[in-house]
């Protein structure tokens, strides 16, 4: 009997030890499937201890989901634990370093008119409509002694219908009046130039010599070699023997940068076929642009637009026109010049389109006879509205040249004219 008690003691006592032993064991589950039946002894467990934020990649993808059933069997009796589901969350910051490039962002913004404008004696007139203020704080005159708004000095024996009052000028009529303006001690001409607000252009300059005496040139005008003269109703510049004649037209014109020209014209005599005549345009002294007509204007070249550029010609567009010039006839010619580009014409026949007429932006208006007698008459030169520049630029000397860092020993330079937007724009390109 004691043997029995005794026995069933021993058995009660090792399922109680089972049981807790049941209870207490510890069940760590893994991202891997776990065997279908363990010993209690024998459980692999994995622990997660951290994070290795600076190696992990910028997507991170979790093991899944994990459901583990575990099953203990112990001598003979088997119990199934319930499912145990675990979750397993991450939360990784990431903080990523980029590689430093540097960047330039160039804006460009529309060239727009000085809000000010700037007259000099190379650009001394100012536009307006009748019966319009012209405020004179919008215009400065600059010279040596420095520079100075108009409504900070004085004008001069103003003509009739012209009136200055608190700063502002005004025109009752239509034309072009040269205008005596003082600042301090220094005195100049300004040149005002007016229209009526329905018209669409300005007439800058007009001239009709068929009621003149023979005899010289009228005030204002400029004999840069040669002779010449007003003969029979007509300029008239003879440059069969100077080889050639010019003749400037007066110098408040060389402050306009786009403008139609027209003129009469016509040969006269020639010391050969060959010779010719011109109106010049943007003349000064490092070169300018002429349309030329030769005597014999049926020839290959017989019409031309011509650079006297770097002491030399270069002459990049010819033609031939249907007929020689004939001394008993005159001739309509008509040049149309804006920015870069010219177009020329005789008798409204548009005979040569230029693209390209960048040397020179602005210089004197002017006739040229070379080995040939030419006359001209009704020369009138307008300016549309939509032909004005009130730009100032003003290019005397490049202090410094800028060159990007490019590690080349003595890397190119290049320099160009920007007078508009587009030239801006056509650099990238």
């Keep these: 009997m004691k043997k029995i008690i005794l026995f069933l003691l021993s058995f009660t006592v090792l399922f109680v030890v089972s049981a807790c032993s049941t209870t207490m064991l510890p069940i760590t589950t893994s991202p891997t499937t776990a065997p279908t039946s363990q010993s209690t002894t024998n459980v692999p467990s994995t622990t997660v201890s951290s994070v290795d934020t600076t190696t992990l990649p910028p997507t ?151 009621s003149l005496p023979n005899g010289p040139l009228p005030a204002g005008y400029t004999i840069n070699i040669g002779t010449a003269g007003i003969v029979d109703g007509k300029l008239q510049l003879d440059g069969r023997a100077s080889n050639p004649t010019r003749v400037l037209l007066p110098a408040y014109l060389q402050g306009f940068k786009n403008y139609i020209i027209e003129t009469d014209f016509s040969i006269l005599s020639a010391n050969e076929p060959s010779r010719w005549a011109s109106v010049m345009f943007r003349f000064g002294g490092a070169g300018y642009f002429q349309m030329a007509i030769r005597q014999n204007a049926m020839a290959t070249n017989g019409v031309e637009f011509a650079k006297w550029v770097n002491n030399g010609w270069n002459v990049p567009k010819t033609i031939a026109y249907s007929e020689t010039i004939n001394a008993a006839k005159m001739y309509r010619l008509r040049i149309d010049l804006l920015g870069d580009v010219v177009n020329e014409y005789i008798d409204g026949q548009l005979l040569i389109n230029y693209e390209n007429a960048s040397d020179y932006s602005s210089g004197f208006i002017g006739m040229q006879a070379n080995g040939s007698v030419a006359v001209y008459n009704n020369i009138r030169i307008t300016v549309p509205v939509d032909y004005i520049d009130n730009s100032s630029l003003e290019l005397t000397t490049v202090p410094t040249l800028y060159h990007a860092p490019t590690g080349i020993v003595l890397p190119p330079a290049a320099m160009m004219w920007v007078n508009t937007v587009q030239d801006i724009l056509d650099m990238s390109h």
């Design 60 to 210: 991170t993808t979790l093991p899944p989901v994990t459901t583990t059933t575990t099953t203990i069997t112990t001598h003979g009796t088997t119990t199934t634990l319930p499912p145990v589901t675990t979750t397993t969350s991450i939360t990784t910051t990431q903080t990523t370093t980029l590689p430093t490039t540097q960047t330039t962002t160039v804006t460009t913004t529309p060239v727009e008119e000085d809000l000010v404008i700037t007259l000099r004696d190379a650009k001394s007139f100012i536009l307006a409509n009748t019966l319009e203020e012209i405020n004179l704080s919008l215009y400065k005159y600059k010279a040596d002694f420095g520079e100075a708004l108009l409504s900070q000095g004085v004008f001069l024996s103003l003509p009739a219908g012209i009136s200055v009052q608190d700063g502002k000028m005004i025109a009752q009529n239509k034309g072009i009046f040269h205008l005596t303006f003082q600042i301090g001690s220094t005195q100049t001409i300004l040149t005002l130039i007016t229209k009526l607000a329905s018209e669409t252009e300005y007439v800058v300059f007009e001239a009709d010599y068929s």
